[in-house]
């Protein structure tokens, strides 16, 4: 074999090698592009499934939502119970008829709703030290009266009234000064109607 030969085939078989280098590294340069591609895909199928119905995300929401119970209505707060209504009216020297303030006393007293629930009412007349006991005691009376008619003009019941006249007996202030000269002040508080509204009575439990 000439050495011409010789160089030809040694060619030949290094053209071959190298192909058969550059084939390899081919596939493998493909292989680590698909593998790159997987793991990039990776994160965008775990947004794909966090989107989806039953991911965890949902999940602890729906947990969240299941606490409440829309079948348990809240308790509503209890109405503390009514106690007995009692107001004071006051009336001008000499007067037996309530004032514009008086009178709207009484009308708040009628609108009430303590008032509203039928019980009994009872209403204490009073006057200042001016007069004798007896004008006194029948000035009392009077005012009382005074406040009765009144509210039963309003609508209520004349049969739940009761009138004590007390006269000057319970002063709630001083008709004078301790230099014994005349405290109008005293008087004009002392001038008076005390009402008090009760709650209704219970009806007794009939015995079985």
Partial sequence: MTISKWNERALRAAVLVLLGLGMTACHQRQDAVANDAGEVAAPADNVANAAMPGNDLE??????????RADIEPSPTPTPPAGPVERTITFPPKGAQPDQAG????????????TALGGPITIWGHSDSSGSDASNLLASRHRAEAARDYLVGKGVAAARITIIPLGESRPIAPNR????????????RNRRVDIRVDLPKAAPVANP
Wanted: charged share 35%.
């Fill in 177 to 188: 000064k301790l230099d014994g000269s005349d405290d109008p002040e005293g008087r004009a």
């Fill in 59 to 68: 999940a602890q929401e729906e947990a969240k939502k299941s606490i409440i």
């Fill in 103 to 114: 009178m709207a006393l009484l009308d708040a007293l009628v609108a009430d709703p303590v």
